[in-house]
């Protein structure tokens, strides 16, 4: 009899001891479910700052390169030939006023005609004043007619001749304000005296040519670029750093940060640039922070870390 109950003390705790495993394997289960039902947290893929629109106010312009040219050129020749050139007054560079001897002839070369007519044609003078900027008479030549001479910028006049697009030339209008930047660091303020009515078919470029009111110390055929002022004065704009604006193909876009630090991508509209600011047209409202560097390692709905600064 004792046997027997010791045999059903036995089993009775052997059963006990399975529930107690077996609670303990259905607690553990249950607790690696719940670890994998609770919401991971999203860690911030980047710090960064942000910016939101400012209103700027700038003068629309229109860029250009182009050359300085002169004004108007003359070429002086000879109107007669068989006189011989006895001294050159002049050079390249030399500055002349209207009736200024160039060249002075030997009219007992001349083969021919009566002593008047020999009288008359003893010197060869500037027909304007101007500068010298080509010079090909020499002491003992010639003279051929038509040959050229010299060439002369009339008044020293210098202009910048502006290449431009025929959509940039219909933006252009006669007495429009020009800077142009020559040498290191000069700049003169022009005013534009003509433009072409038509451009080039096969480079598809007409021009614009522009006074230059202070031509002293430039350089004709020298390389200069300029700035057309095309709105007439400053107007009001709203702008972001050059930073916050990005390109993916055709798409020029910012990232907007919303309430809950994720970001997301704004197509906008840009317009013109100044400096290390780009003006903003459409797509952003003037109060939405936008991401203001490091846009190009954040990709749609990632979390950012603002700080402030």
Same mark, same amino acid.
């Not at 876009?253 to 903003?280: F, K, S, W």
């Given at each position: 009899?004792?046997?027997?109950?010791?045999?059903?003390?036995?089993?009775?705790?052997?059963?006990?001891?399975?529930?107690?495993?077996? #609670?303990?394997?259905?607690?553990? =289960?249950?607790?690696?479910?719940?670890?994998?039902?609770?919401?991971?947290?999203?860690?911030?893929?980047? $710090?960064?700052?942000?910016?939101?629109?400012?209103?700027?106010?700038?003068?629309? &312009?229109?860029?250009?390169?182009?050359?300085? $040219?002169?004004?108007?050129? *003359?070429?002086?020749?000879?109107?007669?030939?068989? %006189? /011989?050139?006895?001294?050159?007054?002049?050079?390249?560079?030399?500055?002349?006023?209207? #009736?200024?001897?160039? =060249?002075? %002839?030997?009219?007992?070369?001349?083969? #021919?005609?009566?002593?008047?007519?020999?009288? $008359?044609?003893?010197?060869?003078?500037?027909?304007?004043?101007?500068?010298? +900027? *080509?010079?090909?008479?020499?002491?003992?030549?010639?003279?051929?007619?038509?040959?050229? /001479?010299?060439?002369?910028?009339?008044?020293?006049?210098?202009?910048?001749?502006?290449?431009?697009?025929?959509?940039?030339?219909?933006?252009?209008?006669?007495?429009? +304000?020009?800077?142009?930047?020559?040498?290191?660091?000069?700049?003169?303020?022009?005013?534009?005296?003509?433009?072409?009515?038509? =451009?080039?078919?096969?480079?598809?470029?007409?021009?614009?040519?522009?006074? %230059?009111?202070?031509?002293?110390?430039?350089?004709?055929?020298?390389?200069?670029?300029? $700035?057309?002022?095309? +709105?007439?004065?400053?107007?009001? /704009?709203?702008?972001?750093?050059?930073?916050?604006?990005?390109?993916?193909?055709?798409? &020029?876009?910012?990232?907007v940060v919303g309430p809950d630090n994720h970001v997301h991508e704004r197509a906008v509209t840009v317009g013109q640039r100044n400096g290390d600011r780009v003006q903003i047209k459409q797509g952003l409202k003037e109060n939405e922070p936008v991401v203001e560097s490091g846009g190009p390692f954040l990709t749609e709905g990632d979390v950012?870390?603002?700080?402030?600064?």
């Amino acid at each position: 009899m004792s046997i027997n109950i010791k045999h059903n003390n036995l089993i009775f705790n052997i059963a006990l001891s399975g529930l107690v495993l077996a #609670g303990g394997i259905v607690g553990l =289960v249950g607790s690696s479910e719940a670890e994998q039902a609770a919401p991971a947290l999203s860690r911030p893929a980047l $710090t960064v700052r942000t910016t939101t629109l400012r209103e700027d106010k700038w003068a629309r &312009t229109l860029a250009a390169n182009g050359s300085i $040219t002169p004004w108007q050129e *003359a070429i002086i020749s000879a109107q007669v030939q068989g %006189l /011989l050139i006895a001294e050159v007054k002049v050079s390249i560079g030399d500055h002349v006023q209207q #009736g200024d001897v160039l =060249v002075t %002839l030997d009219n007992f070369a001349r083969t #021919g005609g009566d002593a008047s007519a020999r009288s $008359t044609q003893g010197r060869i003078v500037a027909p304007d004043s101007g500068v010298i +900027s *080509a010079a090909n008479a020499n002491v003992g030549s010639m003279l051929q007619p038509g040959v050229e /001479l010299f060439r002369l910028i009339r008044k020293g006049r210098l202009e910048w001749h502006a290449d431009l697009t025929a959509e940039e030339l219909m933006l252009i209008h006669k007495g429009m +304000s020009v800077s142009i930047a020559v040498g290191e660091g000069r700049v003169i303020r022009g005013a534009v005296r003509a433009i072409s009515p038509s =451009v080039n078919p096969q480079t598809r470029y007409g021009y614009a040519l522009v006074t %230059l009111p202070e031509s002293a110390g430039i350089i004709a055929g020298a390389f200069a670029s300029g $700035t057309f002022d095309v +709105s007439g004065g400053k107007k009001a /704009l709203l702008s972001l750093p050059q930073s916050a604006v990005m390109q993916r193909g055709s798409m &020029t876009y910012v990232l907007v940060v919303g309430p809950d630090n994720h970001v997301h991508e704004r197509a906008v509209t840009v317009g013109q640039r100044n400096g290390d600011r780009v003006q903003i047209k459409q797509g952003l409202k003037e109060n939405e922070p936008v991401v203001e560097s490091g846009g190009p390692f954040l990709t749609e709905g990632d979390v950012v870390q603002v700080v402030k600064g």
